[in-house]
């Protein structure tokens, strides 16, 4: 893992990574997400232990992301690196704490790949910074500084074709059928999505996929091939659903496969010369003992998150316990409607709550099928009134095209429930 | 290499395949003969109806107009009531902002009278075309029924009030020829004669997932029109939300105290959308999905849900503003019968067909 390999796969990754990050950013607000997702809503889902992460006013929400974007212009360069990735991750990461309603994988994906990149040393090459300062400047770097990054990337292909392993999606072919049937306008193949043997041979095909892909990139005469699917399958589905960015967000880290041995292959197809420098003579100092602890420990981490709702009973993605953060990406179909029942022991007063009234749109997508969602709006709505309420929720999901079925129980006083890590028994579970 | 390349001869001999097989037609859904079904007999239908009441309200209101007796009063309310509820059975179709501006040309409630008076104050002549000038909640059947009615039931006011004042007597007769104008207006939008919204629609056939396919439009506007009635139509007014307190005077209706009637033609109109009358709707797409429910298909019980919810609503004997004081149980127990019509087409159909609820757009990948 110490012997030196050249360091542009890394930098390329580190490009790649920020021009996509400025390119997201610019969509983000473009389509004025900064406003519906963090300035709009009189209510934030914040996670349990995040509690005191609040937006800004406006302005310093603006101000996030312009800053955001100041700082992958610095990634991008290689211009005062440290200071840019770090900011990156910070803020970034900010901004996603402040309400799972704006949950996405990739984000997390974001997340972690820039939490990674920090202690990395993308700009040793190629970069403003280096040029600058030559002392830092590197043309091969440990091998482990780019497997750090193969190893998480193939964790999340890993762990998403795991969870792809379940009775719905691989004997009957849901969510997939369910939402191929809605591409029927998809071109070329679009009209052999209403035949369910498709769905299933879709839904094989992505969970091998998944499963295989890094073993497929690792291999060097396999890896060209592998990349093409890995593009196909992405763009694909980049087509059929609405996932923003995540095609392009895997498309371009997966480039971290290819090394500098496939990079002069390419040049070479192409015709043009390219000669990476040679390794130099003096060897990078090994990895320290603390820092091994701490990589190791980090991947526990990244393997026991995937794994952690199998300490939850019943079915993750009914309860949606354990379900976040655990690389399940496009795995369910669910669709919800709340009907909270408010009651005013006081003064005897009672009435319905559908969420509408005090809930933006993307929060009314999300919050009806999550019970511990569910749970924080019962206590929000408690909270903004003066008495003490008693408040009860019938909640029907429908689930991979199941007939809808109530998932917590209707006669349980969600102000007398509080939050916590394990598993709930006012959940209904049906298997 | 020789082997790929038989595999993608193969390949796109089955893709060839696929393009002429004329097998795939009973293997799905026809979308494109529902959306045609839905468009010809539904919507188009419907839009007829409304405007042969409105042309019925408008004769009516001439006769009256040169013969202002009671009788004459009496059969103009009949024909206001007749008008609206076939306007509800429409009224979820204002697709697009073309059509929504048409739609509040017929019925944006609540209507502003201090406007109107406004207006006629500072008006020479009052006609079809000073009412095609002003803004929507001066006209439409809102307007109609503010000076048609009593709210206190008292028809010698309305005629007294109309009689003593000939220029609101104008002013009510240039309403009701506006009415079927702008049925015609909303018509022309549709036809292929006109500006063919029809071929656009039905041809948007690509189901849904897609805020652009005409699936997914109706299906959203099925879901606007009923939380219509559970919050701001029965809801409100009932004290079933919102603060909890009855507010009678909310009421769609006020002075025509036809509230109750509109909402059941709005449900008619919605069975009808999920129908699709005699011929291809939501019933029979769910059903070549095999979509169930508890024991039934989804599409018999969605079916069975909306007759016992206009069931319900029968029982009702008076007027929805006295029955929210007289009889609150029933209007409880209407009010949540529609509420279970709502919840399997929110829920179980949206999931279904994938639908896209279409008030903001965002990313999905979890």
């Known amino acids: 893992m110490q012997s030196p390999v050249h360091i542009l796969p890394l930098v390329i990754l580190r490009i790649a990574f920020g021009l996509l990050m400025l390119g997201s950013l610019l969509r983000f607000l473009w389509r004025g997400w900064v406003y519906d997702f963090f300035i709009a809503p009189e209510f934030h889902f914040t996670y349990m232990g995040f509690g005191w992460v609040q937006p800004l006013p406006p302005a310093g929400m603006y101000a996030v992301f312009a800053i955001l974007m100041v700082a992958t212009i610095g990634i991008i360069f290689g211009a005062f690196y440290r200071l840019s990735i770090i900011t990156f991750f910070l803020l970034f990461s900010y901004v996603e704490l402040i309400d799972k309603a704006t949950y996405l994988n990739h984000y997390y994906f974001i997340s972690v790949v820039s939490l990674i990149l920090i202690f990395l040393p993308s ?92 073993f497929w990139l690792s291999w060097r005469r396999i890896r060209p091939f592998a990349y093409v699917t890995v593009i196909v399958f992405h763009v694909m589905t980049g087509m059929l659903f609405n996932i923003g960015i995540f095609p392009y967000v895997m498309i371009a880290t997966t480039l971290i496969f290819f090394d500098v041995q496939d990079c002069q292959a390419f040049a070479k197809f192409f015709r043009f010369s390219y000669s990476p420098e040679e390794a130099p003579a003096i060897q990078p100092k090994s990895l320290s003992t603390r820092a091994g602890i701490v990589l190791i420990l980090f991947f526990m981490y990244q393997i026991m998150m995937p794994l952690r709702h199998y300490l939850y009973p019943g079915n993750t993605n009914w309860t949606m316990e354990g379900y976040n953060f655990a690389w399940r990406v496009m795995l369910n179909e669910k669709t919800g409607y709340t009907t909270f029942t408010i009651q005013n022991p006081g003064t005897g007063q009672r009435w319905l709550v559908y969420g509408t009234e005090y809930l933006t749109a993307q929060q009314m997508r999300t919050m009806p099928h999550q019970p511990d969602m569910i749970l924080q709006f019962a206590h929000y709505l408690d909270d903004i009134h003066p008495d003490d309420l008693i408040i009860t929720v019938e909640a029907y999901v429908a689930h991979n095209g199941r007939a809808s079925r109530l998932i917590i129980d209707p006669t349980v006083d969600l102000t007398t429930i509080e939050r916590q890590l394990w598993s709930v028994d006012w959940i209904l579970r049906y298997d | 290499m020789r082997r790929i390349r038989f595999a993608l001869f193969i390949f796109a001999v089955m893709l060839l395949f696929t393009q002429l097989s004329p097998i795939q037609a009973q293997d799905s859904f026809d979308r494109h003969a529902m959306l045609e079904n839905l468009v010809d007999n539904v919507i188009l239908t419907g839009y007829e109806s409304f405007i042969e009441e409105a042309v019925a309200l408008e004769t009516l209101i001439l006769q009256f107009s040169e013969n202002p007796t009671e009788d004459n009063l009496l059969l103009v309310q009949d024909a206001w009531r007749e008008t609206s509820n076939a306007w509800e059975e429409v009224s979820m179709y204002g697709i697009g902002l073309r059509l929504m501006s048409l739609h509040n040309q017929v019925d944006k409630r609540p209507v502003n009278v201090d406007l109107i008076n406004r207006l006629l104050d500072n008006a020479e002549t009052v006609d079809e075309t000073f009412v095609s000038n002003i803004g929507s909640t001066q006209k439409g059947l809102p307007a109609i029924e503010y000076y048609i009615f009593d709210s206190e039931g008292d028809n010698q006011a309305v005629i007294d009030n109309l009689t003593a004042n000939p220029q609101l007597m104008d002013f009510v007769l240039a309403l009701s020829q506006y009415l079927p104008t702008t049925g015609e207006d909303i018509l022309r939008l549709w036809s292929p004669d006109g500006d063919n919204f029809t071929e656009e629609f039905i041809n ?163």
């Open chain 1, 123 to 214: 700009n040793a090459y190629f970069s403003v910074d280096a040029k600058r300062n030559p002392d830092i400047r590197r043309t091969h770097i440990p091998l482990l500084a780019i497997f750090v990054l193969r190893l998480q990337l193939g964790i999340v292909y890993f762990f998403a074709g795991f969870a792809k392993l379940n009775p719905d999606w691989m004997f009957e072919g849901v969510p997939l059928a369910i939402w191929l049937r809605a591409n029927t306008g998809f071109p070329l193949i679009g009209q052999l999505f209403d035949y369910h043997w498709m769905a299933l041979l879709m839904s094989w095909a992505g969970a091998f996929y998944d499963l295989t892909i890094p």
């Open chain 2, 204 to 366: 948007a056939d690509g189901a849904g997932g897609d805020a652009q396919a005409s699936i997914n439009i109706l299906v959203n506007e099925m879901f606007a029109a009923f939380e219509m009635i559970l919050d701001d139509r029965l809801g409100d007014p009932a004290g079933i939300t919102g603060e909890g307190e009855a507010n009678p005077a909310l009421v769609d209706a006020p002075y025509s105290q036809h509230s109750l009637a509109r909402i059941e033609h709005n449900l008619i109109g919605l069975q009808r959308l999920f129908t699709g009358g005699d011929g291809a709707g939501f019933d029979d797409y769910l059903d070549f999905l095999g979509a169930e429910a508890e024991e039934q298909m989804l599409s018999s019980l969605i079916n069975d849900r909306f007759d016992a919810a206009l069931e319900s609503l029968n029982t009702i004997d008076e007027p929805l503003q006295f029955a929210i004081v007289n009889q609150p149980d029933a209007v409880q127990l209407l009010y949540d019968d529609i509420r279970m019509v709502y919840i399997p087409i929110r829920v179980d159909m949206a999931s279904q067909l994938s639908i896209l609820v279409t008030f903001s757009d965002a990313d999905g990948d979890g």
